[in-house]
């Protein structure tokens, strides 16, 4: 397998001029670790983690060197540090050193790559352009579809991919950013997370009825803090009813 294979398509990405803080609530709303910087032709720039964002003024989190470490480091470091901990921009806190791979790198390539560098992504890239990522996870989700394929091959497991990513990406309902497909012999393997059962159910569907699909898998998790609209209804009527109600007045006598 390669990692056009196994690669999440629909990548979440932000500007290098986004701000730190708006960049801080994409991780935290989409349960990711971090994320793409890409300009405007689609080139990767950079890419920004959680660890970049670690280290920073408001939150007390910053460096605090004692006076003879800090001689040691010398005023570029220290200049430096200052800049990741107090800049408003991505482009000042991102990390410009990416590592990357193409569509075509074998899985066992990208496993070196981020043992080597110890790292839990690879943006993979088709002339510089950002067309997909393969986290740690991906690799696990492949590793454990093994023993859920079929044995009778299929050649076209590639194409029934991307005509089931093509499928949601067209569906208002969808959040393919979210979900990752895999497909070992005809076999569909779904993965991440989805904000209702209604949408793990449509996406299973949306799999199932493609052509070439022998089986799938779905493993895909609903997002924690999951209400049905039903109760959401009932909690607005609920706290409706309490507003409404006058306060009493007490008789006068």
Do not use: F
Request: proline share 5%.
């Amino acid at each position: 397998m390669k990692a056009a294979d196994v690669m999440v398509t629909k990548v979440i990405t932000v500007r290098p001029d986004s701000r730190v803080e708006d960049v801080a609530d994409i991780l935290l709303a989409n349960h990711i670790s971090a994320v793409p910087v890409v300009g405007k032709d689609g080139k990767i720039l950079g890419i920004v983690s959680e660890g970049d964002l670690m280290r920073r003024a408001e939150v007390g989190t910053g460096h605090h060197h004692p006076w003879w470490l800090a001689l040691i480091a010398g005023r570029n470091v220290l200049a430096n540090e200052y800049v990741k901990e107090h800049a408003r921009k991505i482009a000042d806190v991102m990390t410009k050193d990416v590592v990357t791979a193409g569509p075509e790198t074998p899985l066992h390539e990208l496993a070196i790559l981020l043992e080597r560098h110890r790292i839990k992504r690879v943006p993979i890239v088709q002339d510089r352009r950002l067309v997909g990522i393969v986290s740690r996870a991906n690799l696990l989700q492949a590793l454990a579809g093994l023993h859920k394929t079929i044995d009778v091959g299929v050649p076209n497991d590639r194409v029934i991919r991307k005509r089931i990513i093509a499928q949601l990406e067209g569906e208002s309902w969808a959040h393919p950013a979210s979900i990752n497909v895999i497909v070992q012999n005809g076999s569909v393997l779904l993965w991440g997370v989805v904000e209702s059962p209604a949408e793990k159910k449509a996406v299973q569907a949306a799999a199932e009825s493609t052509a070439g699909v022998r089986s799938v898998n779905n493993n895909l998790a609903i997002r924690p803090g999951y209400r049905s609209a039903g109760l959401r209804i009932a909690k607005w009527v609920a706290g409706l009813g309490k507003t409404a109600r006058p306060a009493r007045k007490p008789r006068s006598r």
